[in-house]
């Protein structure tokens, strides 16, 4: 046993394990894990390899709980509102400045108003109006701006639900993966009770020493703690997922099923295509182009004059003189052309060019990414067959071996405990090996916009 302690320090409390299969495996009738194992005339039987079924009411809880966080979700609810903010902005903009109505009354011989109207052919009272007026182009080059600008928000808005939603289904493949396993230690915890009592027979029978019995003793208490740890992460997952839906977190716990493994039908290239087209971060940094596009045609514009256009009425002494009209038109000349307008449009091809960049990073980035998430999809496809036709039949066979010729004194402890270990790990490992493929698919539902699932991931 010391040996063993000094090679595989992370995995003494498996010790145990050991131990308790190779005294109840003739009796128990369901072992830990995806294991089980029937009484027999001398040898045990190990069950069959995990089958993965679909499980329609985990799809469906999963499905009520996206349904709820697009609903709920505060940061999907403000990135909403910004965005309905953001599609009031291009009418504003591209519409004409507010009229200016003026009053006007001279006086001769007085300042109070009014005093002297007919005293003097000077006096007179007048009423105009005056507006503004944009070179052509550049309201309509606004909005357009605007336009842009909201579809830019728009695009943050989608990432924001896209985020929000992986971010819980990660969140719930994650609770699914510690909940099984925490099933497979807590029912460890049921045979290491029985492994006590069998230690301390073996060791009053004089077959057993008394350093198992204490050993079986210091492996329950690891066990116990390995229980409280996986609790204490289960209650982070719980908080996380309620954070995410907007739940109080005094609120009834989450409830888990286990998840099939969800098929991929789609070849890297079409993940691709769609993630060209539907990507929320790569449409929001094509807007952005287009936006400064705009941003340059309408620094071009301002080297152009505004207008302005006023019409006023004026009246002196009714009864000797008639009233007088007036048309004005003004012109707003950009003359510091040097330091106001070809600095503005240095500054709006520099921003265009610097746009164009960020989209080619952000393009180069999200393809990456559903690089990166397809072939951890596929590989850990490969790797779950290779466990249930390879490594999970093997490893059991050679514990089954093991435990008959254990039961028979023709294995050491060690041998047996080897063996045993590995049918363990690779049980383990399988479960996260499925957890880490369920999230890698989520995340290409939030690249891609496409539903593997099911569950309405595009809307």
């Given at each position: 046993?010391?040996?063993?302690?000094?090679?595989?320090?992370?995995?003494?409390?498996?010790?145990?394990?050991?131990?308790?299969?190779?005294?109840?495996?003739?009796?128990?009738?369901?072992?830990?894990?995806?294991?089980?194992?029937?009484?027999?005339?001398?040898?045990?039987?190990?069950?069959?390899?995990?089958?993965?079924?679909?499980?329609?009411?985990?799809?469906?809880?999963?499905?009520?709980?996206?349904?709820?966080?697009?609903?709920?979700?505060?940061?999907?609810?403000?990135?909403?509102?910004?965005?309905?903010?953001?599609?009031?902005?291009?009418?504003?903009?591209?519409?004409?400045?507010?009229?200016?109505?003026?009053?006007?009354?001279?006086?001769?011989?007085?300042?109070?108003?009014?005093?002297?109207?007919?005293?003097?052919?000077?006096?007179?009272?007048?009423?105009?109006?005056?507006?503004?007026?944009?070179?052509?182009?550049?309201?309509?080059?606004?909005?357009?701006?605007?336009?842009?600008?909201a579809d830019v928000v728009q695009q943050q808005y989608e990432a924001v639900r896209r985020s929000v939603l992986a971010g819980v289904k990660s969140a719930y493949f994650q609770l699914a993966y510690l909940s099984k396993t925490l099933g497979i230690l807590e029912s460890d915890g049921e045979l290491l009770e029985q492994v006590e009592k069998a230690a301390d027979a073996r060791y009053r029978s004089g077959m057993g020493n008394q350093h198992d019995l204490l050993q079986t003793q210091v492996e329950r208490t690891k066990l116990l703690r390995e229980i409280t740890m996986h609790h204490l992460d289960v209650a982070k997952v719980q908080a996380q997922i309620k954070q995410l839906l907007n739940r109080a977190q005094s609120s009834p716990d989450i409830e888990s099923f286990e998840l099939p493994e969800t098929p991929l039908p789609y070849a890297?290239?079409?993940?691709?295509?769609?993630?060209?087209?539907?990507?929320?971060?790569?449409?929001?940094?094509?807007?952005?182009?287009?936006?400064?596009?705009?941003?340059?045609?309408?620094?071009?514009?301002?080297?152009?004059?505004?207008?302005?256009?006023?019409?006023?009425?004026?009246?002196?002494?009714?009864?000797?003189?008639?009233?007088?009209?007036?048309?004005?038109?003004?012109?707003?000349?950009?003359?510091?052309?040097?330091?106001?307008?070809?600095?503005?449009?240095?500054?709006?091809?520099?921003?265009?060019?610097?746009?164009?960049?960020?989209?080619?990073?952000?393009?180069?980035?999200?393809?990456?990414?559903?690089?990166?998430?397809?072939?951890?999809?596929?590989?850990?496809?490969?790797?779950?067959?290779?466990?249930?036709?390879?490594?999970?039949?093997?490893?059991?066979?050679?514990?089954?071996?093991?435990?008959?010729?254990?039961?028979?004194?023709?294995?050491?402890?060690?041998?047996?405990?080897?063996?045993?270990?590995?049918?363990?790990?690779?049980?383990?490992?399988?479960?996260?090996?499925?957890?880490?493929?369920?999230?890698?698919?989520?995340?290409?539902?939030?690249?891609?916009?496409?539903?593997?699932?099911?569950?309405?991931?595009?809307?």
């Amino acid at each position: 046993m010391s040996a063993l302690h000094s090679e595989k320090p992370q995995s003494e409390f498996l010790v145990v394990r050991i131990l308790c299969f190779s005294v109840l495996l003739g009796f128990f009738g369901q072992t830990p894990g995806a294991f089980g194992q029937e009484q027999t005339s001398g040898s045990a039987q190990v069950a069959s390899l995990p089958q993965q079924q679909p499980h329609s009411e985990a799809v469906a809880l999963l499905q009520d709980l996206l349904t709820e966080a697009e609903q709920n979700n505060p940061q999907i609810q403000a990135a909403r509102q910004g965005w309905q903010a953001a599609k009031q902005v291009p009418s504003q903009v591209s519409t004409l400045p507010d009229p200016q109505f003026n009053l006007q009354q001279v006086n001769v011989g007085s300042p109070r108003p009014f005093a002297g109207y007919t005293n003097s052919d000077f006096a007179y009272i007048g009423l105009g109006v005056s507006q503004d007026f944009p070179y052509p182009g550049k309201l309509r080059l606004k909005g357009e701006i605007a336009k842009r600008d909201a579809d830019v928000v728009q695009q943050q808005y989608e990432a924001v639900r896209r985020s929000v939603l992986a971010g819980v289904k990660s969140a719930y493949f994650q609770l699914a993966y510690l909940s099984k396993t925490l099933g497979i230690l807590e029912s460890d915890g049921e045979l290491l009770e029985q492994v006590e009592k069998a230690a301390d027979a073996r060791y009053r029978s004089g077959m057993g020493n008394q350093h198992d019995l204490l050993q079986t003793q210091v492996e329950r208490t690891k066990l116990l703690r390995e229980i409280t740890m996986h609790h204490l992460d289960v209650a982070k997952v719980q908080a996380q997922i309620k954070q995410l839906l907007n739940r109080a977190q005094s609120s009834p716990d989450i409830e888990s099923f286990e998840l099939p493994e969800t098929p991929l039908p789609y070849a890297f290239e079409e993940l691709l295509s769609a993630t060209k087209a539907e990507n929320p971060e790569i449409s929001g940094a094509e807007k952005m182009v287009e936006r400064q596009k705009l941003q340059v045609d309408l620094a071009h514009k301002d080297f152009y004059p505004d207008f302005n256009v006023q019409y006023m009425w004026q009246r002196t002494d009714p009864t000797q003189s008639r009233a007088y009209y007036m048309l004005t038109v003004g012109v707003r000349v950009p003359i510091y052309r040097g330091r106001k307008q070809r600095p503005e449009l240095a500054q709006a091809e520099a921003e265009l060019n610097r746009s164009r960049s960020e989209s080619e990073v952000q393009a180069q980035q999200v393809a990456f990414e559903v690089r990166s998430e397809y072939e951890t999809a596929q590989k850990t496809a490969e790797l779950l067959k290779i466990y249930r036709d390879g490594l999970l039949p093997e490893a059991r066979a050679g514990f089954q071996a093991g435990i008959a010729a254990y039961q028979n004194n023709r294995q050491d402890f060690q041998a047996l405990l080897a063996s045993f270990l590995d049918v363990l790990h690779l049980d383990e490992e399988y479960w996260k090996s499925i957890a880490e493929r369920e999230t890698a698919v989520a995340r290409l539902e939030q690249l891609t916009g496409l539903s593997l699932r099911g569950e309405g991931a595009k809307r």
